[in-house]
């Protein structure tokens, strides 16, 4: 089965229906995905734990290769799997599991340059624990999914692909 990204397709994220599709140049829409969106709702500003709206594309992809669950601290695997016991021993932490794509800006002012840089805010469309809400926006900025949900984007969609997030 080949599950690359067709040619021209991109990535459509809408805060409010809490739904991310991978859509063809054409508009036709290849597979959606429930995700969570920022407890603060939609904003640009550094510090303000909202999700970034506008044009935007993937900088980088980590975690190729890596198991589901696979745990991620400053964008790097730790070596720990993510079971309901390491979540007790850490209530603190965000979870940033499975993959993670790291999103940058494209509108100067809007999401890339000084006070709101979505790349210099670290957001990221990445996997979270499965007993994570989807549908709710939950998160402190970036788009969480499901590990399964995240791992099968990542194998369809590469460095450059277009985001656009409304």
Not at 55 to 63: K, P
């Amino acid at each position: 089965m080949n599950t690359s990204c067709p040619s021209g397709a991109y990535i459509s994220i809408s805060i409010a229906k809490q739904l991310l599709e991978l859509r063809t140049a054409d508009d036709e829409v290849v597979r959606g995905y429930p995700v969570s969106t920022a407890f603060n709702g939609p904003g640009e500003h550094s510090g303000s734990g909202c999700t970034p709206r506008g044009e935007h594309y993937i900088r980088a992809r980590m975690g190729d290769g890596c198991p589901l669950n696979t745990v991620f601290r400053g964008r790097r695997p730790t070596g720990e799997v993510y079971s309901s016991e390491l979540a007790r021993a850490h209530p603190e932490r965000d979870w940033i599991l499975t993959r993670i794509l790291w999103l940058c800006g494209r509108e100067w002012g809007r999401n890339r340059g000084p006070g709101v840089d979505t790349f210099r805010r670290f957001i990221y469309i990445h996997g979270t624990p499965d007993t994570e809400p989807m549908g709710e926006a939950l998160s402190h900025g970036c788009i969480r999914m499901r590990n399964t949900d995240i791992a099968e984007l990542f194998e369809r969609v590469q460095a450059g692909t277009r985001v656009v997030i409304e």
